[in-house]
């Protein structure tokens, strides 16, 4: 039954993890960073997100292939974004 | 040029069973899960849908030998222009290939009995259908005069037409290709037969699993565009008006996300197909297979990049428009390598004329023309004066009509034997050929001219020093939709009267010609062997210089 | 959504072997998954550029969320993640019992989510703050804020309607470990609803900070 | 239908010969490759097709060395194509320091075109003076629109909410093409009208031949008063709003702390939604002016503001 037990620890110790991030994460936006609010609720919600895809997704130990398609889906997305606001930002710098 | 040679007709066979007669009626055919039904099934309704928008181009074309356009009247012709390019688009060019002869090919070229999720596959068909008929439904109560393209602020606020039930049938059928994406990714990485790797892989998968890259990635930001369309006509919501502190110019960002990636969803099957085509008719490997394989994923994975260059001069800033005009050079790159390497495959081949050969020739020459128009398009400078005008429809005409539809020609007279076990008759099918490729150049080689003198799209009427090049496009179109009848007939034709058609009636290499046809619901009877891919047997020539005195320099 | 196999056992005809259909089955999932990323995807990067046009009415907009409620619901849906893991766990091991009693706890927490959100829809409703004709919002930037509300039920509720296809995938995997379908060898939908719900759960992490936590 | 039958566009700017220089040199290597393809293909077809029954092909290997050459050539090509399409894009784009203002109404199915001094006001036709630079700054009311001059082989989009931007430099007196090239709806295709060049006596004729209408800028200063503008922002104002005097082009600091150049859209945007960008140190106490001022109205104001330099500002 070991196996089974290491297993159930580890997705609590996960679990617990991702609680104490929801909780950093709401704890920070109260304090006013200004412009960095947003790159820390980012950078937090993104290792949310890796903890939930490595572990609970059991990426780990997976097949190579699923962490490429996992990659591409948000590399895509990152296209998407970067691309569109690169032409909002130069938009105005030239007026 | 040589008598062809016709291939031997086979005594017919004593009826074997196979996919087409191992059962019969109309719930076989609707609730069938069998890949090669349900590619039977995308070839009639797809071919249904190809006639409608064909028919709207013929009335366009027809109304437009006149610069006053007085065959219909301009609300009618913006709903013309606008079905013809939805149907053509989302209902024809971008299932052809892949649901056709992807669905029928894909299983058997890499020795499975079948895709990876036939149920997902019967509910991509049934979507389709569900997708079409709302687009169909919204056609005739009263069309859409938005144009394919759903520009805001006039789709979301000034169009009074049916453009939510159009939008809700494009996101449904959106879905449909979604699922024909997976399966191929699906299939083709997991069901290889063994000893198949990768590199032994025919080039027409290679074409389709690039496409479902595409189709995986890009379709749901096209389903998501078309949401927020009905919500801001509906709720009347600022994403996309400016009074409200929105932008239209974010509707191009995102629909063009999706749509330029599509042109290459329409574009990469053909090439696949003429891939095959063209070693099949040259009885040898075709020349530079890893680069031909890897350009596939190159155009793929490029193709997300260069969207901005539909909108340089919708006041996207430059900056960002001369990133998008470097990054469409870049993806020029791999289709100039594919033609490069499909021209070396003819040198000192063995090549026999038969009609697929001919639509793979017509579609080397019309994709490098279309090709290298494009370089108009993503020059900054040239664009600015083309860009809406005629020009940009000849260019993404040379590659939709000029390309992707002689590819699917090919394909499918290449594979019609495969598929019913009849052979198409010969001589009609290289007339056909030729008359769509006179039609086709006679319709859209005018129209560039047209575009440098700056006549604008979508004109319902025109500048009378226009028509002359108008009325020789006109006169092409109505050759060119001759020129699509023909095919049709004699297919239908062929299932009757054809001559039986044996297993390898092209002597090609492939598992699909290893196989009898029209194949078995299982496809493959025994385990499969896999050899090289196109492993043609070639006469070794002893080069020149090893020759000595023995005979002649033998070129 | 895979394969239930008619005859001889869960074996689908057209596979070789249970691992290659397992296999499939996954990259299937996995790939479904890559289409929400971009479904949901296309979703953030519209509202990034609109809040990027309007800064001022999208954190006045923000100011109007309920955060503590929405931190509850972010822990309820991170639960709802962990009984869903122990759900493929046991799948993994076969035991019926313990993949029904996880997946009923997956649903309970699930549907205490869904409880939550409709108590902030509701109070929107109520408060007129919801976009189109029923917009009684008095304060200013009133079109800024329409739009971060549009985007708001949009996206929470195309993320609502994934949670109601969840419960349905739910049952219908209680209902096949009730019937003894699943065995240590074969536990596919028990895995393909798993990953499903892991994503969901995803679409909630970033939807949470982007919707509730800039400057509010 | 034969008697004027042109095949390629006149050229009426500076900048059309540049870009036909630049499209010469596209055509010449899309005939160059489309003839080297098309000769490869047919010999290749004619000279290696199958003479007799299962005739077999001659083994070729590939050879890495010819795929590096047709990947770099295309490359090379590509990259000149780019940077030369760039550069003259940016000389066709950088807007000029002295030009003539022209204003452009773009609305469902007619343009209207607003020249500064003379307050002249025209219907789907532009008179413009020979080898005058011309800047036309345009709106729309309704949809995108796009203002097109074959001719000069210039376009922009015509934005509703947004001012684009396009110049050019006529060089050819005569009567050229004015079309709408984004489809703007059922008489997308009426939408379309005249460039007249004259020669700039001809032009100094027509200009004060005008129906009397008074400058844009006078009409301006006029709505001005009429709105209460200057209470806030007049010098013998109560100062709750920021001075106006050289607003235009000049650099402004705005609450959340950007630096902003003020142009015509910021002035436009600070009309209608005030509280959007709020100048440092001031209360959003501005009423908006949405739906109280045309956009002709919105492009007198932004005239009269563009007259007052540094020292008056009454």
Redesign the interface.
Known sequence: MDETTNYRAQSVRIFLALMVLTAVTVAVSYVNLGALNLPVALLIACTKAGLVLVYFMHLKGNLRLLWIVAGSGFLFLAILITLTLSDYFTRQAVG | MSESTAPIARPPAPTREHYLNVKYGIKSWLLTVDHKRIAILYLISITAFFFIGGAAAVLIRLDLATPAGDLVSSETYNKLFTIHGIIMVFFFLIPSIPAVLGNFLVPIMIGAKDLAFPKLNLLSWYLYMIGGSFTLWAMIAGGVDTGWTFYAPYSTTYANTHVIATALGIFVTGFSSILTGLNFMVTIHMMRAPGMTWLKMPLFIWAQYATSIIMILGTPVLAITIVLIAIERLLGVGIFDPALGGDPVLFQHLFWFYSHPAVYIMILPSMGVISEVISAFCRRAVFGYKFIAFSSLAIALLGFLVWGHHMFVSSQSPYAGMVFSLLSFLIAVPSAIKVFNWTATLYKASISYQTPILYAFGFIGLFTIGGLTGLFLATLAIDVHVHDTYFVVAHFHYIMVGGAIMGFLGGLHYWWPKMVGKLYPEAWARFSALVIFVGFNLTFFPQFLLGYLGMPRRYHVYDPEFQVLHVLSSAGASILGIGYLIPMVYFLWSLRYGKDAGPNPWDAKGLEWTIPSPPTTFNFEEPVTVGDVYDYPTEDETPPWKQGSSEGAHV | ???IGEHHGALA???EDLE?QR??A???M??????????F??????Y???R??????FSTGTSLLD?PLG?VN??VL??S??T???AV?AGH?GDSRSIIRNLVGTLLLGSVFLVIKALEYSHKFHDGLV???LFTYGG??A??V??FL?FYF?MTGLHALHMVIGFGLLVWLILLARRGRFTKEYSNPVEGV??YW??V??VW??L???L????? | MFENFPLFPDQVSASAGKVDALYAFLVIVTIVFSVLIFTAVLFFAVRYRRRKQGELAKTVHSSLKLEIVWSVVPLILALIMFGWGADLYFEMWRPPTEALDVFVVGKQWMWNLLHTEEGQKELNTLHVPLGQKIRLTMISEDVIHSFYIPAARVKADVLPGRYTRLWFEPTKAGEYHLFCAEYCGTKHSAMIGKVIVMPPVEYERWLSGGAGSEPLDVAGERLFGQLGCQSCHGAEGNQRGPSLAGVFGSKVQLQDGRVIVSDENYIRESILNPKAKIVAGYEPLMPTYEGQVSEEQLIQLISYLKTLDEKDSN
């Open positions: 959504m895979s394969e005809h057209h596979f290659q296999q499939s996954d990259l299937g996995w790939i479904f998954l890559a289409t929400e990323i971009m479904f995807g296309a979703l953030f990067a519209a990034a550029v609109c990027w046009m309007n800064p001022a009415g955060v931190t972010t822990a991170i639960g993640s962990l869903m893991v122990w766990q091991r976009p189109g004709s200013e930037q079109a800024g329409e739009m549009c949009v798993g990953l892991h994503f759960d995803i992490i970033f949470f900070p982007m509730y936590l800039l400057e509010h």
